[in-house]
C-alpha cells in the first residue's frame, strides 16, 4: 500500500510540475495523461531507489565538500534521465534541458513529501 500511495503521490506531484515552462504531457487525452504520470512516476521511483543510492556513495565527498548542495543538481540529473527514458519509451512526457529538470525535480519532491506526509498522518490517526 506504501507503494502505490508514493506512487501516486508522485505522479500527482509530476503533474503539478508539468505547470513549468519545459516539462510537458502532450497525452491525446486525459485517461493518457494519468497512465503516463503513473509511468512516469514509476520510472522516476526506479531510478532514485537505485541510481541515486550509487551516485550518493560514489559522489559523498562532492556532498560533504557542497553540504549537500550537490543533491540539487543530482536530482536535476535524475529528472532529466527520467524524461529522457519516458521519450526512449515513447510516453509523451518531455523535460527540456536542465534548468526544467532542476525545478522539475524540486517541484517534484516537495509535492510528494507533502502528498505523502498528509496520507501518512491520516494513516496514524486512524489507527491510534
Do not use: H
Request: net charge neutral.
Amino acid at each position: 500500500m506504501d507503494f502505490v500511495i508514493r506512487t501516486l503521490a508522485t505522479a500527482l506531484a509530476l503533474w503539478v510540475a508539468t505547470l513549468l515552462p519545459g516539462i510537458n504531457l502532450t497525452g491525446d487525452t486525459a485517461i493518457a495523461n494519468v497512465l503516463t504520470l503513473i509511468l512516469v512516476a514509476v520510472i522516476f521511483g526506479v531510478i532514485n531507489a537505485f541510481i541515486k543510492p550509487i551516485i550518493q556513495v560514489v559522489g559523498c565527498v562532492f556532498y560533504v565538500l557542497t553540504l549537500g548542495l550537490i543533491a540539487l543538481v543530482v536530482n536535476a540529473l535524475l529528472f532529466l534521465l527520467t524524461g529522457w527514458l519516458a521519450d526512449a519509451i515513447n510516453l509523451p512526457f518531455e523535460v527540456d534541458g536542465f534548468w526544467a529538470a532542476f525545478w522539475g525535480a524540486i517541484i517534484v519532491g516537495v509535492v510528494s513529501w507533502a502528498i505523502t506526509l498528509v496520507f501518512r498522518s491520516r494513516g496514524t490517526a486512524a489507527r491510534g
